[in-house]
């Protein structure tokens, strides 16, 4: 077995983090952490986080963190693997400066800091000297790591030609948690309403407002219900704007525990993934939409190059264009007023996820990109080869390492 360390001051309780460790295990390797927490305290980044009063102090916090990181690792045996996950930008640099060159360095940024900051929640303007610096320092974290690992073929592309990744790059598409098991689908009397479920950080990836004007549209009491679940930056303007529309059929809710989101999408008919327009947009599969795929719901999101790399619209996934209320009202339209339509679709979303991003598929694929990445080490990992993703019709495989 390799001897894994994941390391930095990412959060450990984000589901990109967790899904990185279960797969680093099912991979092969021996994985221990050598972790700092600095980011868990703080879920929705409202535009004061990036403010400059709030970057000093999580400077300062990040420096002190940076000193418990070296004791820790300088006290534990030396590993083979040093890994970084999402939030580690930071972890990247000082990763390299303790181990040197001595140990492999996988990266698994998740998203990038100038497609979140600069193409999504435009916090720095494009073209700015703060928008340059974040560009910096993307392209210095990409280059300090040996491998880094995407989550899309379509997000590799764009850091490739926006960034110029210097390290080599894979892609890992990333699944759900073993926590997101198929549920039976939900039987749906014909008065029943069809139940629509929304959880995020309310950013501008989501698109919320573009849930609330379908909504509208569709109008109260014509059989199509939405719960919208979460906090964040766009959260008060999306309540303002339901208010304002009269969508009393649109209910919000705060966070929820984690724990109990598989139980609240066993509940629901259909799930919502994302409808920005932003460049970042068109590049992920939100997490959301593997968990409620895992469940065996139907998931309604925006067409994307990336979603189209695992999921066939109209097959596992309802896809309309981006920011589009009326395409989006009329998809639930359709789901509503076709009640066999949901189950089928959610049933056919389980069995992809099942098929080409289980547990034991991210594993095999990890244990294959390491292979080619390091070829000193390939003797370490699972001799079993991934077993390949079965075509289907709009999606491409994974990039070969």
């Known amino acids: 077995m390799i001897r894994a360390c994941l390391f930095g001051t990412y959060n450990a309780t984000h589901p990109a983090n967790r899904l990185l460790a279960e797969t680093l295990a099912a991979a092969g390797c021996e994985l221990s952490t050598c972790h700092q927490p600095l980011w868990e305290g703080t879920r929705d980044k ?8 709030s970057l000093v102090r999580l400077a300062i916090g990040y420096v002190a963190a940076a000193r418990r990181l070296r004791s820790a ?4 045996p030396l590993p083979e693997l040093l890994v970084t996950g999402f939030n580690g930008q930071l972890d990247v640099l000082l990763g390299r400066r303790l181990a040197g060159r001595r ?11 100038t497609e979140t900051l600069v193409e999504d929640r435009r916090v720095y303007r494009r073209g700015g000297l703060r928008a340059r610096l974040a560009a910096t320092l993307d392209r210095w974290t990409l280059a300090s790591a040996d491998l880094v690992l995407l989550d899309t073929d379509a997000h590799r592309t764009w850091v490739g030609e926006q960034l110029g990744a210097a390290a ?10 073993q926590s997101f098991a198929p549920a039976p689908p939900r039987v749906r009397a014909a008065s029943d309403p069809l139940r629509v479920l929304f959880y995020g950080q309310y950013v501008p990836l989501h698109g ?4 609330v004007e379908a909504a509208a549209a569709i109008g109260a009491g014509n059989g199509v219900e939405v719960t919208m679940i979460g906090t964040g930056p766009d959260r008060v303007a999306t309540e303002a704007l339901a208010r304002s529309r009269g969508c009393t059929h649109v209910r919000f809710e705060d966070w929820v525990s984690y724990e109990r989101l598989p139980e609240r999408l066993a509940g629901c008919d259909v799930a919502l993934g994302i409808f920005g327009a932003s460049a970042k947009a068109e590049m992920v599969i ?3 939409v593997y968990q409620a795929a895992a469940v065996g719901r139907a998931v309604v999101s925006r067409d994307s190059p990336a979603l189209r790399e695992i999921f066939t619209p109209g097959e596992s996934v309802i896809a309309v264009p981006c920011a589009d209320p009326a395409a989006l009202a009329g998809a639930l339209c ?4 076709a009640p066999a339509l949901p189950p089928r679709i959610g049933a056919a979303a389980a069995r992809v996820v099942a098929e080409t991003v289980s547990s034991e598929r991210r594993g095999a694929r990890l244990a294959t990109i390491l292979a080619g990445a390091f070829p000193e080490l390939a003797a370490r990992l699972p001799a079993s080869p991934v077993v390949p993703r079965p075509a289907t019709a709009g999606a491409r495989a994974p990039a070969a390492f």
């Open 46 to 53: 409202m535009a004061s986080f990036f403010a400059a009063p």
């Open 73 to 76: 690792w300088r006290a534990q």
């Open 103 to 113: 140990v492999r360095h996988v990266f698994a940024p998740l998203v990038t800091l």
């Open 168 to 177: 080599a790059t894979a892609t890992l598409h990333l699944g759900a948690e």
């Open 208 to 211: 919320t407002t573009t849930i």
């Open 286 to 288: 939100p997490t959301k």
């Open 334 to 337: 359709g789901l509503r007023d």
